[in-house]
């Protein structure tokens, strides 16, 4: 019957709008709550009555249905807290609570977030105050990040940062710009043996020194100045006599200089009399273990640039003063760790003391094909789910993905003018839905009446 048609919409139109009021209300309570979905609740009609010109029509009401546009983002607040994490873009912040730890990771579907407010705990591990950890790929003793598989979460493991930790930095690279004085290489010079120290750091942190001295070449007298240098380099933490030049002595080679008016005063050539020879495509001497000359007896690698032809960087001889120009190298003492910040590629970096920097850990960011299908659960996290598709994890700013931002969190998606206005909107639908029951109501009591 129609007329009971028309009560039953009227009582689906209730329940709908009161569905709609329950996630305004959730909204509006969330509006101040850091990256905070909108939930949403969309109506759909249900038809009971088909036939065209039936003459009779039963109203088939109103069905609710629920859902969160994960998809849209808030803005990014800043904030004073370098592991603060959001996206500019993007991609989901890998995260799992007590409980998927204790259980392990494999066996748990992948949790995940938007943006964060990470902490170390007292065993130093990064986690929000309602208790979700970061996850990260761990880098190696260099820095680099070993590949990991994309599709799974084998390899992600909570990053932990040891507020007490210290490392080292290796000297792997140097760069010297020396300059020996012209007029030594004169028959009149005399002879003077020329030396500068330079420092160097070892696997383990220690400071050690390369001694290297230069040896005119004095022509005999009345003959043009030589041009030419012995240098010889010896090595602090070299403990043996390989060539037998003395202990330490890891290489002895002749410096031949130009004093052509096009390349006056840079190295023309370089002879090795001991130790690894002179690359004269990149002007370096490579002491590695590869090729048999490492340092500290065999344990050190450093690659040291002196030049190659016409390369005023590098060594030179002109008339002026004995003098280091320019002596550059990586490396670092010791450290103690002052600071953690993530950048933009998501890279997790522990700054030291004396400025050493390393990278700790990546974090990666997952994506899945259907942002808006993945299951909500509390504290602002999703798990991927079958309406959602796999998941996969990008490094930060590939793909689709965004940049990671720190010192910084996402807001609210919650537009609070909006959700007052579908206030206003849904408090008029429930009382026009109450008034078609009260309107049934009066009907069906006329009809009532007749029997009177």
Known sequence: MSISSSLNAGVAGLAANATRLATISDNIANS????????????????????????????????????RLIDQRGSLIGTSNAMDIAISGRGFLPVANTSALANGLGDQPLTMT?????????????????????LGWAALADGTIPVNARDTVTGLQPVVINANQTAGDPTTVMNWGINLPASETADTAGGETLTSSIEYFGNLGNSNTLQVSFTPTIPAAGDPDSNQWTMTIRDSATTTD??????????????????????????????????????????TLNFT???????????????????KQGDTNGLTQLASDFAPTSINKDGSPVGNLTSVEIDENGFIKATYDTGFIRTVYQVPLVDVSNINGLTALDNQTFQVSSTSGSFYLWDAGDGPTGAVEGYAREGSAVDVAQELTNLIQTQRAYSSNAKVIQTVDEMLQETTNIKR
């Open 114 to 134: 938007s943006t964060g407010s990470f902490h170390t705990d007292k065993d130093g591990v990064l986690r929000t105050d309602s208790g979700l950890v970061l």
């Open 32 to 67: 101040g709550t850091y990256g905070y979905k909108r939930a949403t609740a969309d109506f759909e009609s249900m038809v009971l009555t088909q036939a065209r010109s039936s003459g009779t029509y039963s109203a088939g009401g109103v069905r609710a249905s629920s859902g």
């Open 242 to 283: 390989p060539y037998g030049l003395g202990v330490g002595v890891v290489g002895q080679y002749t410096l031949d200089f130009d004093n052509t008016g096009t390349n006056g005063g840079t190295l023309s050539n370089v002879t090795t009399i001991q130790g690894p020879a002179w690359d004269s495509t990149e002007g």
């Open 289 to 307: 273990d590869a090729s048999g000359f490492a340092l500290a007896d065999g344990l050190q690698d450093i690659t040291i640039t002196i030049g």
